[in-house]
Nanobody, 123 residues
């Protein structure tokens, strides 16, 4: 069992930056691939970024490539999402996910979820 707690969301102007954190507790963090997803009310949860258990491979949704960076610190049991050049369309609740799969590219692949953190980008 793994517990995930996101933090770092908030209100930011377009063009600004935020860094989300996801702290894990429970089973050994380093055995899990991690991912970030986001969801707008009334829409399906969508993939944002993923990172392998060693951090050696990352993948991103096309709409965040070049703007967002996922990273992890296994010593701190934490995964991060650095979000730069934010746009109003990035407004969503952002969720952290963990899985024993190699990467997490779709919501159905996640085994554990955090509670989410709201990101609001004003124009």
């Amino acid at each position: 069992q793994v517990q995930l707690v996101e933090s770092g969301g908030g209100l930011v102007q377009a063009g600004g930056s935020l860094r989300l954190s996801c702290a894990a507790s429970g089973r050994t963090f380093s055995v899990y691939a991690m991912g970030w997803f986001r969801q707008v009310s009334g829409k399906e949860r969508e993939f944002v970024a993923t990172i392998t258990l060693t951090g050696g491979y990352t993948d991103y949704a096309n709409f965040v490539k070049g703007r967002f960076t996922i990273s992890r610190d296994n010593a701190k049991n934490t995964v991060y999402l650095q979000m730069n050049s934010l746009k109003p369309e990035d407004t969503a609740v952002y969720f952290c996910a963990a899985s024993t799969t190699t990467v997490i590219l779709r919501p159905s692949a996640a085994q554990y979820w955090g509670q989410g953190t709201q990101v609001t980008v004003s124009s």
